[in-house]
Nanobody
Framework: QVQVVESGGGSVQPGGSLRLSCAVSGRSFSAYGMGWFRQAPGKEREFVAAITWSGSSTYYADSVKGRFAISRDSTKTTVFLQMNDLNFEDTAIYYC????????????????????WGQGTQVTVSS
């Protein structure tokens, strides 16, 4: 079982940047890739970005491509989401979660394909 804890959220003005962190622990934590999702008030949780188990691929939702970057430290214990050029539509609670499939380099995107969700971290973009 993998556990995750998100941090790094906060309030920022449009055009600003934030770096989110996802601390990963638990048995076999290194067997998984990691995804970032977000959920705005009144909306469904949506895919943002992910990194595959081997780290060979990172992939993004169209809405954040070119502005957000996902990365992972060499020990696989922390996954980062660098968010640049933030806009009002990026306001949401951000969650990280591993895909249900271990040792997989498939580019999972559906919420149902991920499990072991954390509590999330709030990101607010306002002027």
């Amino acid at each position: 079982q993998v556990q995750v804890v998100e941090s790094g959220g906060g309030s920022v003005q449009p055009g600003g940047s934030l770096r989110l962190s996802c601390a990963v622990s638990g048995r076999s934590f290194s067997a998984y890739g990691m995804g970032w999702f977000r959920q705005a008030p009144g909306k469904e949780r949506e895919f943002v970005a992910a990194i595959t188990w081997s780290g060979s691929s990172t992939y993004y939702a169209d809405s954040v491509k070119g502005r957000f970057a996902i990365s992972r430290d060499s020990t696989k214990t922390t996954v980062f989401l660098q968010m640049n050029d933030l806009n009002f539509e990026d306001t949401a609670i951000y969650y990280c979660a591993p895909p249900r499939a271990a040792y997989s380099d498939y580019e999972w995107r559906r919420t149902d394909d991920f499990g072991s969700w954390g509590q999330g971290t709030q990101v607010t973009v306002s002027s």
